[in-house]
């Protein structure tokens, strides 16, 4: 990814992530070292910040700075506690002291904190991660790839709209083509979710001067010749993504029109957040703070916001919110978050 002008102060994760905080205190030393503009917020224990800190040069230091933190986010934590590392890259965020955060920890625990941090789009109930694919003709966008597991048809098409913009504003692809993932592209294929979805979409309207062009198959995802977004549940997107990089792994990497992050954006909440794999290599983790440092830069999820809510007005037959309770008067978020380990990746 190309590195664009302007100062980004990313707050990071130091203890989010399978092998961390080693490979994290890695990737953020190679991020810092790539960006001359690039500020970042160490969350985590003095000591493991301090072996960031050690390892710059006298100038790069200038554009370090610390908060001691020294609880991490469990795999099970969905309420993440208030002095965890990622509560407390999200309460910098909020409060101002950075711009944007990364983690590779608990998915679950970070969507859940950011949703409560920073409150939901009043029109998304579920948010939505977004990964960017390197395709053979180009990057394709996926979503959700583990924001939420639930396949209604409503969110699937709400997420069309977010993948579309998205993909606009993000990665600067004109007229984005969006296509819902399914077992085969003639119309009536695939289960009932996919089914009802299909015309909601086909009379649906999508941001950015963007056109469904119908079901597309998993091949689709690693050619992008039929489309440019990718729609489907988080469950479905998680193992797709995770077999998609399995297989470049086996065939010696992506491919030639590679460098999309291995991270994913999460879109829906009202701040710039990037979750890489717990499983993250240094590069990983260093392309993730490179996206979201892009993504703060190019006001991504401002921009998308302000391309959904330009949309036309529900006319009462979108039913996203399902049956959750009604929004209490007043609540700045819209509605309660309530994640558990049925409704998000890990």
Same mark, same amino acid.
């Given at each position: 990814?190309?590195?664009?002008?302007?100062?980004?102060?990313?707050?990071?994760?130091?203890?989010?992530?399978?092998?961390?905080?080693?490979?994290?205190?890695?990737?953020?030393?190679?991020?810092?070292?790539?960006?001359?503009?690039?500020?970042?917020?160490?969350?985590?224990?003095?000591? %493991?910040?301090? +072996?960031?800190? #050690? &390892? =710059?040069?006298? $100038?790069?230091? /200038?554009?370090? *700075?610390?908060? @001691?933190?020294?609880?991490?986010?469990?795999?099970?934590?969905?309420?993440?506690?208030?002095?965890?590392?990622?509560?407390?890259?999200?309460?910098? %965020?909020?409060? +101002?002291?950075? #711009? &944007? =955060?990364?983690? $590779?920890?608990? /998915?679950?625990? *970070?969507?859940? @904190?950011?949703?409560?941090?920073?409150?939901?789009?009043?029109?998304?109930?579920?948010?939505?991660?977004?990964?960017?694919?390197?395709?053979?003709?180009?990057?394709?966008?996926?979503? #959700?790839?583990?924001?939420?597991?639930?396949?209604?048809?409503? *969110?699937?098409?709400?997420?069309?709209?977010?993948?579309?913009?998205?993909?606009?504003?993000?990665?600067?692809?004109?007229?984005?083509?969006?296509?819902?993932?399914?077992?085969?592209?003639?119309?009536?294929?695939?289960?009932?979710?996919?089914?009802?979805?299909?015309?909601?979409?086909?009379?649906?309207?999508?941001?950015?001067?963007?056109?469904?062009?119908?079901?597309?198959?998993?091949?689709?995802?690693?050619?992008?010749?039929?489309?440019?977004?990718?729609?489907?549940?988080?469950?479905?997107?998680?193992?797709?993504?995770?077999?998609?990089?399995?297989?470049?792994?086996?065939?010696?990497?992506?491919?030639?029109?590679?460098?999309?992050?291995?991270?994913?954006?999460?879109?829906?909440?009202?701040?710039?957040?990037?979750?890489?794999?717990?499983?993250?290599?240094?590069?990983?983790?260093?392309?993730?703070?490179?996206?979201?440092?892009?993504?703060?830069?190019?006001?991504?999820?401002?921009?998308?916001?302000?391309?959904?809510?330009?949309?036309?007005?529900?006319?009462?037959?979108?039913?996203?919110?399902?049956?959750?309770?009604?929004?209490?008067?007043?609540?700045?978020?819209?509605?309660?978050?309530?994640?558990?380990?049925?409704?998000?990746?890990?």
């Amino acid at each position: 990814m190309t590195t664009e002008p302007g100062t980004a102060r990313i707050a990071v994760d130091l203890l989010g992530g399978d092998d961390a905080p080693a490979v994290v205190v890695d990737g953020a030393l190679r991020a810092v070292r790539a960006d001359p503009d690039l500020h970042l917020l160490l969350v985590g224990p003095t000591e %493991v910040a301090a +072996g960031v800190v #050690d &390892a =710059l040069t006298p $100038a790069q230091r /200038t554009r370090i *700075t610390i908060r @001691a933190t020294r609880t991490a986010a469990g795999s099970a934590d969905h309420a993440p506690r208030a002095d965890s590392t990622v509560r407390a890259a999200v309460f910098a %965020v909020r409060d +101002g002291a950075a #711009d &944007a =955060l990364v983690s $590779a920890g608990s /998915t679950g625990a *970070t969507v859940s @904190a950011a949703a409560l941090g920073f409150g939901r789009w009043a029109d998304v109930r579920r948010p939505a991660l977004v990964a960017t694919l390197p395709a053979v003709s180009g990057p394709v966008i996926l979503l #959700d790839v583990g924001g939420s597991l639930e396949p209604r048809p409503a *969110t699937l098409v709400r997420h069309a709209a977010l993948g579309a913009a998205f993909a606009a504003v993000a990665h600067a692809i004109d007229a984005p083509r969006v296509g819902l993932l399914s077992v085969g592209t003639e119309a009536g294929k695939g289960d009932r979710p996919r089914r009802t979805a299909d015309p909601l979409l086909a009379a649906a309207p999508l941001p950015c001067d963007a056109r469904y062009v119908g079901l597309v198959e998993g091949y689709d995802v690693t050619l992008g010749v039929h489309a440019d977004v990718v729609v489907t549940d988080g469950f479905t997107g998680n193992v797709l993504l995770k077999a998609i990089e399995g297989a470049y792994a086996m065939a010696g990497g992506p491919p030639a029109s590679g460098g999309a992050p291995r991270a994913a954006a999460l879109l829906g909440v009202a701040g710039t957040v990037v979750v890489c794999h717990g499983a993250a290599t240094p590069d990983d983790v260093a392309s993730g703070i490179a996206l979201a440092a892009h993504l703060w830069r190019r006001r991504a999820t401002d921009r998308v916001r302000e391309q959904l809510a330009a949309l036309p007005a529900d006319d009462g037959t979108d039913q996203e919110r399902g049956d959750a309770p009604a929004r209490p008067a007043g609540h700045p978020t819209g509605y309660p978050v309530v994640v558990n380990e049925a409704e998000v990746g890990t």
